[in-house]
């Protein structure tokens, strides 16, 4: 069993289960098991979809994608979510297209180390991720000032903050109901749809 609640088939799907089956499809046709976790409350998944492609896909951001990759990365290590840490690793490298350079950001941020791997803005806003995730009642004014002085604009933050703020909704989900990878394909989607409204 790839989870400790019950994912309802795709293949059987009616209605408005269907319905968020089909936007939740991969460009293979597969569901992930990450959104097949919310078929016995299928607005869920449409909330958790929109959601996850508005802050991590969408055309306005800036930020290049292998780094909010990182970024999400690096919070689903801090929250010990490996499936996460997996669809998204492979995705980072995959956008990377640099071996040594994704060898040195995966060994860093396995190591809670992301000033072995980033400097300046870059840095900034990993500290602030790691801040974020592990402590994000103790994030003050101070360490977007950080990321500031570094050279990150408030809606750099905000993207880095959003990115953020989604893997710690997302690895939640994905440990509290023992979400597995059994049946994905890990990675990232080439022709994956990355802009919604």
């Known amino acids: 069993?790839?989870?400790?609640?019950?994912?309802?088939?795709?293949?059987?799907?009616?209605?408005?289960?269907?319905?968020?089956?089909?936007?939740?499809?991969?460009?293979?046709?597969?569901?992930?098991?990450?959104?097949?976790?919310?078929?016995?409350?299928?607005?869920?998944?449409?909330?958790?979809?929109?959601?996850?492609?508005?802050?991590?896909?969408?055309?306005?951001?800036?930020?290049?994608?292998?780094?909010?990759?990182?970024?999400?990365?690096?919070?689903?290590?801090?929250?010990?979510?490996?499936?996460?840490?997996k669809h998204h690793c492979?995705?980072?490298?995959?956008?990377?297209?640099?071996?040594?350079?994704?060898?040195?950001?995966?060994?860093?941020?396995?190591?809670?180390?992301?000033?072995?791997?980033?400097?300046g803005k870059e840095l900034a806003l990993m500290r602030y991720t790691e801040k974020l995730t592990i402590s994000p009642g103790k994030v003050e004014a101070a360490d977007l000032e950080a990321a500031k002085s570094a050279g990150a604009t408030d809606g750099e933050i905000l993207e880095v903050n959003q990115v953020c703020a989604y893997f710690c909704y997302s690895n939640r989900t994905i440990n509290g109901l023992g979400v597995t990878l059994a049946g994905d394909t890990v990675g990232y989607y080439k022709d994956q749809q990355k802009d919604q409204d």
């Open 90 to 119: 492979t995705n980072m490298r995959r956008l990377l297209k640099d071996d040594e350079r994704f060898a040195a950001i995966e060994t860093a941020l396995r190591g809670q180390a992301p000033e072995a791997a980033f400097s």
């Open 1 to 85: 069993m790839s989870t400790w609640i019950e994912m309802l088939p795709v293949e059987n799907a009616t209605g408005s289960l269907k319905e968020a089956y089909d936007l939740a499809k991969t460009p293979a046709g597969t569901v992930d098991n990450v959104m097949r976790i919310h078929s016995q409350r299928p607005h869920t998944m449409v909330g958790h979809l929109t959601l996850y492609r508005s802050v991590l896909h969408h055309q306005d951001n800036t930020l290049p994608l292998w780094f909010l990759e990182a970024v999400g990365v690096f919070t689903s290590l801090l929250n010990n979510c490996e499936y996460s840490f």
